[in-house]
């Protein structure tokens, strides 16, 4: 069963604009991770957030998490038609299984 | 370094068939984990291997079995083949001995399998 549930489902944007996402979780964490898979192949992960931090960058990206809310945003800034993919929120329990959620697929416009 | 090799990309099986997966990790990594991808049931947990040891374990049914060997790489195998077992098989590793070096994984391009 996923954790997590990511929102929306899929996103469209146009070069340039900022595309954000939201993940809900229902236990606690350890840490929050968020990893990208373009279509039909492996993931790569993207950042980790820890249950103690609130926020954290990554070049263009913009990490968050609430934990008093369960939640997670990831941010890409000025996007490209390379970040077309999906994105998936996973958490990991402190049991190392990382629990996905069902992900969000973005598609970038020229 | 090279990254998460997986083989063979595709599979067709029959039902009643079994199937062994094979991952070989990136170079020095210890952890060797596996998921299955399903449009329904998203990203599942199977099981970690480290130093030749299931670690870790999801909720599958013992039709799905690995095992790693003394060179990290690691098979997976899956008994008695029912349709719903269709799916993208992924493989990560990690270096695997705690904190942020357990936690981060590389995956593989993963194993397409399809029972037909």
């Known amino acids: 069963s996923q954790q997590g549930e990511e929102d929306p489902q899929a996103l469209s944007i146009q070069e340039g604009e900022n595309a954000t996402m939201n993940c809900s979780y229902k236990?606690?964490?350890?840490?929050l991770q968020w990893y990208r898979q373009n279509s039909g192949r492996g993931l790569v992960h993207l950042i980790l957030?820890?249950?103690?931090?609130r926020e954290k960058h990554s070049g263009r990206l913009r990490v968050t998490l609430d934990t008093s809310k369960k939640s997670s945003s990831l941010l890409i800034t000025a996007s490209r038609a390379a970040d077309t993919a999906s994105y998936f929120c996973a958490t990991d329990g402190d049991d190392y299984k990382l629990s996905f959620g069902a992900g969000t697929t973005v598609t970038v416009r020229a | 370094k090279a990254g998460v090799t997986q083989t063979p990309r595709y599979l067709i099986k029959t039902r009643g068939q079994q199937v062994t997966l094979s991952c070989s990790p990136i170079s020095g990594h210890r952890s060797v984990s596996w998921y299955q991808q399903t449009p329904g049931q998203g990203l599942q947990f199977l099981f970690e291997y480290f130093s030749e040891t299931q670690r870790n374990k999801g909720n599958f049914p013992g039709r799905f079995s690995g095992r790693q060997f003394s060179n990290s790489r690691s098979e997976m195998n899956v008994s008695t083949l029912e349709l719903g077992d269709s799916a993208l098989y992924l493989c990560?590793?990690?270096?695997?001995?705690?904190?942020?070096?357990?936690?981060?994984?590389?995956f593989g391009s993963g194993t397409q399998l399809s029972v037909l």
């Open positions: 990560a590793s990690s270096p695997g001995t705690g904190g942020e070096s357990r936690e981060k994984l590389f």
């Open positions: 957030i820890r249950s103690n931090e």
């Open positions: 236990t606690s964490i350890n840490n």
